[in-house]
């Protein structure tokens, strides 16, 4: 037996070689000891960057370099005082780089961990859901249509199973799968029809399997340069970025070079012009500008998994800023995912159900009274039909709590179910009548299932009993009764006639109006002589029972969370599975359609439609019911066609396609499949509609912070050029000398800046429209501001500088020392300041300056960095500085002032914008 492989052995034969004693799985023990022995489930990581090495990176930059060579030409020339100096910013600026590239790898791996898929198993007898990465070799697991298989597998079970192994063996179309031992010595990866292989897809049918490889002993661990995607991906911000970096740094030199000229010209030494032009350009471009960039979206990643958004691919970031158009799945996102069935219709009467949630605890009444099911045949064989064509379980755990500022402890029973939300409610709809799982396991026993798939919108499954065998069926109740040839009424089978069938469709339609989802249920005795392979021999003749109707309630933030996406001029659009009926009610509740009017379409009308009528209809619809996977494409087309930026919502196999193709791909991450969450780029951990309005909030919010940094550092920037240029255009004396200009970098430009990566958004930040997903960076005047401010910090530098220079002229060495660093003090000033005007796209005093605690930290920090080399004695020689008095103060708080103050009163002078409301199908689509 053990030469055999695994595809050649039969199930018996594979438990024995994986020391199993029963199908109820390991033992947690057992599983622990054999996860110590063979290693955890995962794909060997690539090389990762050791923190000396990411450190010793931070000194490969160009201008880093530069500055390198200018302290050895510093050092030739006998200024050691100025060469130390230069080396202890250099590694200072080091220090600071690599603190934020680590930070930023860590939040990435973080982001890792938090998307691995997990795997449904057996172990302690017990069905757990654990992450993938603990799977051990002899592990049981259970596979549903949906689901990434999560290591190399034997199946012992399997039930109409298919899987997809494109990414394997490169075969498009789904394998049938099945348990029977192969023969042959070399049997091709494809043709190991008893085996399923990490990384593949369940499309269809349920199984029970073994595990047999794990990690990188796998089929697709042999392979896994093809799907280990380590490499980070660069947003097409900072490929934008990059591109400005670029641009700035042939400016930054072009200047720094005239700057070098003009002052040779006028008399300046070029040892000091050389060292100065060497600074300016250092200080100049901004090379903290990506690593700040990278920092800033890693800890808006982090807050999103807050909110409960866990971000896959980091473009996502910018595009959610973007997003004028939502799609969304109303099941479990936009309610509660906990289905109830609240009224039944049986042979013409209506009974309510009473009780809510997944507790087993209500009442079946008809008129108000009781209904005893020992003595209703219809009604007890409907919850038979409900519970045993179902594959849901419900299950009970105790729940202990302490009660606040007590010591006593208070248990509850808390009742979770495992499975599909539907069936989850039939379950429960039988449990209230004492029917359950175990009490029909004795009278009844499954031998063979025809899962539910979104073609025939059906499930069926057949089971023996004492007289012999039955058919059970749910489905759809307008496919359902098509396959129905009879109808249980008054307690009796009779014919199905064409008035019967009206009568349901009528029931069906007002329970469905009533926002209930209805399911019809079925069944059919069989015949011993039956073979029942077939679906079509299974589901057809069958009798009628009648109509169950269930409602998953809204949630109650949801509602709030679309009117603020009105007010972003988001459109919210429903698309759904669900009845035309139950659709638009669900959809009025929580306004995503206009009580009054509002067009709906379901999949028949969209089926007819063209492309181009649909263009012209997609605008004004908010409601698309009954649809199937390519009609959900067809919409997510049509509403890039028309210019919007398109979130798409989903949780099955059926949603990857519209998931791929959307602008942002969202999965739910309780209910959502794998297939779903690999198509996506943002996993919401609590399958919330409003954690989407969050993420988008977020997205915008971090685009803003980069834009806010950006303002700040190249104005800052702009300031220091000016400053500089005009000087040695005027012919003037250096306002700043080289070490000063370094300092001014060092503390002006980094912890500032990335403060202001972590601001708190604006509060009308989602009474915005969407930004154009093409956008410049510059856009809505920040290229401007950036220009203005500068120049005007480089202008009141400079006029500071020479109102200092002009009060002490009985000793030019100490009067040019002391205007340098009046220049010094006015422009750190300044750039403090107009940290606090880039909080707001307005002017400082549109916000509370305090309320960035970090800010207001990192302002404080570079303030007392500032001050202590104007007042500590030790420092002052190496940073060419004296103290300053009252009066000099006061100069230096009064032009750094202007600029932000200046610029403030204007905006406030100014009559603000008045905003054109929002109106879908009439306002210009955003441009992509």
Known sequence: MSQK??????????????????LLGLTSSEAEKRLEQNGKNELSDGPKLS?????????????????????LISGLLGEYLDAITIVAIIIMNGILGFIQEYRAERSLRA??????????????????????????????????????IPADLRFIEANSLYAEESALTGESVPVNKHTEALKGEEVSLGDQRNLGFMGTMVTRGTARAVVIRTGMQTEMGKIAD?????????????????????ILIIVALVLTLLVVVAGILHGQEPYSMFLAGVSLAVAAIPEGLPAIVTIALAMGVQRMIQRKAIVRKLPSVETLGCASVICSDKTGTLTQNKMTVTHLWLGGDILEVTGEGYEPQGDIKLKGERVDVRNHLMLRKLLQVSVLCNNAQLSEQTEVTKRKKQTMEEAKSVWSLQGDPTEGALIVLGAKAGLTVPSLSGLFNRTSEFPFDSERKRMSVLVEHQGGRMACTKGAPDVLIMQCSYVLWDDKVIPFTPTLR????????????????????AYRDLKPTESCTEEAEVESGLVFIGLTGMIDPPRREVRDAITKCRKAGIKTVMITGDHQGTAEAIAKQLGIMPASNGLTLNGQQLTMLSDDELDKLVEDTSVYARVSPEHKLRIVKS???????????????????????????????ISGTDVSKEAASLVLSDDNFASIVSAIEEGRGIYENIRKFIRYLLASNVGEIMTMFLAMMAGLPLPLVPIQILWVNLVTDGLPAMALGVDQAEKDLMQQKPRGARE????????????????????????????ALQQGLHDDASTLIKAQTVAFATLVMAQLIHVFDCRSSRSIFHRNPLQNRYLVLAVLSSLLLMLAVLYIEPLQPIFKTVPLNIKDWIVVLIFAGIPTFLMGFGSLMSKPSKRKPIRYGTTKPVIR
């Not at 998307?115 to 993938?132: C, G, K, Y």
């Not at 410049?776 to 109102?803: D, E, H």
Request: hydrophobic letters at 45%; aromatic letters at 4%.
């Open 5 to 22: 492989k695994w595809y050649q052995m039969t199930s018996e034969e594979t438990m024995e070689a994986q020391n199993m004693q029963t």
């Open 51 to 71: 923190p000396i090495t990411l450190f010793l990176g931070q000194f490969k930059d160009f201008m880093v370099l530069v500055l390198v060579g200018a302290t």
């Open 111 to 148: 982001l890792k961990e938090l998307s691995a898929p997990n795997a449904r198993v057996l172990r302690d007898e017990t069905i757990l859901q654990i992450p993938a990465r603990e799977l051990v070799p002899g592990d049981i697991v259970l596979l549903e249509s949906g689901d990434r």
């Open 226 to 246: 093809l799907i280990q995607n380590t490499e980070s991906t660069e947003t097409p911000l900072q490929h934008r970025l990059e591109q400005l970096g670029k």
């Open 502 to 521: 009206q009568k349901v469709l009528a029931a069906n339609e007002g329970m469905a109006n009533n926002a209930l989802r209805v399911l019809g249920l």
């Open 639 to 669: 509403l890039q066609r028309q210019g919007h930026v398109v979130a798409m919502t989903g949780d099955g196999v059926n949603d990857a396609p519209a998931i791929k193709a959307a602008d942002i791909g969202i999965a739910m991450g």
């Open 776 to 803: 410049n960076i510059f856009a809505r005047r920040l290229g401007w501001k950036i220009i203005s401010r500068g120049m005007l910090i480089g202008v009141c530098t400079l006029a500071a500088f020479l109102i």
